[in-house]
């Protein structure tokens, strides 16, 4: 038979002593760390949340991962299948300015300037706006105070009524139905509409910009883009002239950068580059009733109706159904997309090859990425 155990107090104090102690001890200490990796990611999202910009003249950029931000991992793979399949050389996504994704496909590297051809668009209208807030130029004023008369083959009657928010909407009236839409020469600048009547996408009228910001500002206007725009920012890249158009080619972080400039409204970390708001709202947002879903050379989602390059109609809907309403874009050859969301503080960026959907701006390729973007970042 067992007897049973009897502890004096000071046994009991011994054992508390031995064991219960070192208990109480593991437990607190297993709470402090729970407490310092609630703390870091507390701190981690903070942080996240914060709009960042990369510092200029160097490689330096902060990233974060999918798992990080809380995005789907498992529709990773899928998405780089997708662009991989599509031809796609670089993709970039953005948030809050950081690194999230970055990939580059089918022999592409970091260091390849890439064209952007009619997402470089963008960069014009941006730089229109630096030259007016400059008091450089007026868009409202007519495009011969910049071109001369003569600049086309139309009457001076003509000439006057086209401004330059004409060539930035689209909107000049000038013949499309010549056999090179490029051309600027002046037998080809032929008219058809009066200015502000008529949607049409042509090349042409929108060169012409680069001839007016030069004039305007008595420089080269590659010189004024660079000193104004482009080195302030950090991008890298040039405007390289092939035939009559002038397509800007630069890494696909430079286009990135160029995104976050917008996202961030025309302002660089605390560096005012574009402070006229009210021309940076015009040029993001419907700027006339004959296309819904066009700005100052922007594509813009969320619409009722689109009309898109080489049609003469109109379509009901929105221009990428499946991509947030507040999207705006530049979209140029090939399927090169500058997608900006705001809502959600969203970069994305796809540079590359045709990828068998193109038109010369908005494409079927445009839903079908961002159904996969959706199931990435839902």
Known sequence: MYSQNTYTPQTMKNIRTTFLLPLLSLSFSCSDDIDIDQRATEELNSDLNELYF?????????????????????????LYSFLKEKNTKAFIILKNGRIIVEKYFNGALPSDNNP???????????TIGLAQQEG???INASSSTYLGAQWANITTDQEQTITVRDHLTMTTGLDYNVSNQNCTDFDCLTYLNEPGNFWYYHNAAYTLLTTIVSRATNTDYNSYFDSKLKNKIGMNGTWISLGYATIYYSTARSMARFGLLNLNRGIWSNTKILSDQNYFIEMTTTSQ??????????????KSSFRTPAFENEFTGELMPDAPEDLFAGLGKNDQKLYIIPSQDLVIVRMGDDTGQTLLGPSGFDNDLWIKINALIN
């Open 54 to 78: 990369p510092p200029i003249n160097t490689d330096e950029w902060e990233t974060a991962s999918i798992t990080d931000i809380g995005w789907n991992k498992s529709a990773e793979e899928p």
């Open 116 to 126: 952007w051809y009619s997402a470089g668009k963008t960069l014009t209208a941006f």
């Open 136 to 138: 450089l130029l007026d």
């Open 289 to 302: 009733s004959l296309n819904k879903s066009y700005g100052y050379l922007w594509w813009l989602n969320g």
